[in-house]
Antibody
Framework: EVQLVESGGGLVQPGGSLKLSCAAS????????MSWVRQAPGRGLEWVAY????????NYVDSVKGRFTISRDNAKNSLYLQMNSLRAEDTAVYYC??????????WGQGTLVTVSS | DVVMTQSPLSLPVTLGQPASISCRSS???????????LNWFQQRPGQSPRRLIY???NRDSGVPDRFSGSGSGTDFTLKISRVEAEDVGVYYC?????????FGQGTKVEIK
């Protein structure tokens, strides 16, 4: 059974940093593109970043470029999102997503990030 | 960015009746490889999104056959042939052709 379990969310002050993790199991992690998608409370969905299998291709939405970094450790079956210089507008549930051809195939349960003083 | 426009945004439906959601993109969603990366997601209350349809009309494993997708270019439709109580939630279209990949605003399906 495919499982994606996010962790690392919490309350952080504006300007602070947080690192999200996603533990994958039930599939061959190293063969899939992976993504992070977020959903602000009561709002729609926004694709934050994706990366390919070996990390040689990454892309970010403009609103997080230069502040967020997506990475992975295939040996640990884990995906990460390092978030720096956090802003109030980054408050959201962050989902780890297993990609299957530009189509957001499978989603974790999400972890809530709250940026507030 | 490609803007995805869904209609209606709210859809009250009688159990057993059909439902249809429209999704229009501001640019063609045909990718350079010839595929059209238009996908549909269902988000039930309190749950994470679940993909129902990928590349316009391909139903995911375990998705009931009352769900179907169609369309081409910039106009797409999700249809539910007979709405059941478990179909309540918000439905999103999403394009994976142009970065950043973008979602529609969501259509809330509720039972009348």
């Amino acid at each position: 059974e495919v499982q994606l379990v996010e962790s690392g969310g919490g309350l952080v002050q504006p300007g602070g940093s947080l690192k999200l993790s996603c533990a994958a199991s039930g599939f061959t992690f190293s063969t899939y593109w992976m993504s992070w998608v977020r959903q602000a409370p009561g709002r729609g969905l926004e694709w934050v970043a994706y990366m390919n299998q070996d990390g040689s291709e990454k892309n970010y939405v403009d609103s997080v470029k230069g502040r967020f970094t997506i990475s992975r450790d295939n040996a640990k079956n884990s995906l990460y999102l390092q978030m720096n210089s956090l802003r109030a507008e980054d408050t959201a549930v962050y989902y780890c997503v297993r990609e299957s051809g530009r189509s957001g195939g499978y989603w974790g349960q999400g972890t809530l990030v709250t940026v507030s003083s | 960015d490609v803007v995805m426009t869904q209609s209606p945004l709210s859809l009250p439906v009688t159990l057993g009746q059909p439902a249809s959601i429209s999704c229009r993109s501001s640019q063609s969603l045909v990718y350079s490889d010839g595929n059209t990366y238009l996908n549909w997601f269902q988000q039930r209350p309190g749950q994470s999104p679940r993909r129902l349809i990928y590349r316009v009309s391909n139903r995911d494993s375990g998705v009931p056959d009352r769900f179907s997708g169609s369309g081409s270019g910039t106009d797409f439709t999700l249809k539910i042939s007979r709405v059941e109580a478990e179909d309540v939630g918000v439905y999103y279209c999403m394009q994976g052709t142009h970065w950043p990949w973008t979602f529609g605003q969501g259509t809330k399906v509720e039972i009348k």
